[in-house]
């Protein structure tokens, strides 16, 4: 390799190595954003019945994060308690808020089931097929039903939860639909047991000026014409 060569190639790694440091932006890591399960606490032996007809539903609410949130999945503490085959009966859904009850379902955020349910009341990971973001300040809800099957979705009646700073679970936001999903009643509870799982976006602040492709090209152009007039005088001086 030519000292002009290598010039190059160490020039061309520093700029390389700042262009993705820049670009990438920091990497937030999964963690439970909210969350009730176990070790929270309650005095309620049984769950709420999730079924064809009858549907069961919470809330959360999101942190108020600069660059919002990113879900990947929600864990429910389910169990099964009629023969039926996951993941084609059981669903799990999120919907808006509407005045303080489920509004209407957001299509983009599908879930996929696990791959069994048992019939002993276990925490049960639904993990969206696109992680999705999550507006903050705003409130969402979980909403389970089934196709076929019946399933009991565990209640709390305690108000103890953890999670990311700003994030809180609806108090007394347990509700059930008679009529799957054509009215909300309220649960004698605060609400269903679950977590909600992802990330904290904290990307870089985008650019405020773009320029256009005509000057990208030009700086390109002048920086080349400096890179080869530098290399030609070191030549000169070898």
Known sequence: MTKNQQLLAKMGGGSLALFLSLSL???????TLVSNLPTTTTSLPDGGTVSS????????????????YTLNSVTL???????ATPPNNL?????NDNSGNPGSEITSF??????????TTANNIFT??????????????????????????????????????????????????????????????NAFQFSVNGTVNTPPPPPTNIPEPGSVVALLGLGGLGLASRLKKLSTRA
């Open 53 to 68: 007809n009858i549907w069961g539903g919470s809330s959360f609410t999101t942190g108020s994060g600069s660059y919002g």
């Open 110 to 119: 599908t879930f996929t089931n696990p791959g069994s349910i048992t019939t």
């Open 91 to 95: 669903f799990v859904r999120l919907y």
């Open 128 to 189: 969206l097929t696109t992680p999705q973001t999550l507006a903050a300040n705003t409130t969402f809800w979980l909403v389970a039903g089934s196709g076929s099957g019946q399933y009991v979705w565990a209640l709390t009646d305690s108000v103890d939860q953890t999670g990311e700073p700003g994030w809180s679970i609806g108090n007394n936001s347990a509700r059930f639909s008679p009529n799957g999903g054509g009215s909300w009643t309220p649960y004698i509870a």
């Open 77 to 83: 503490r389910f169990a099964q308690i009629t023969s």
């Open 25 to 31: 932006g920091q990497q937030a890591s999964a963690t």
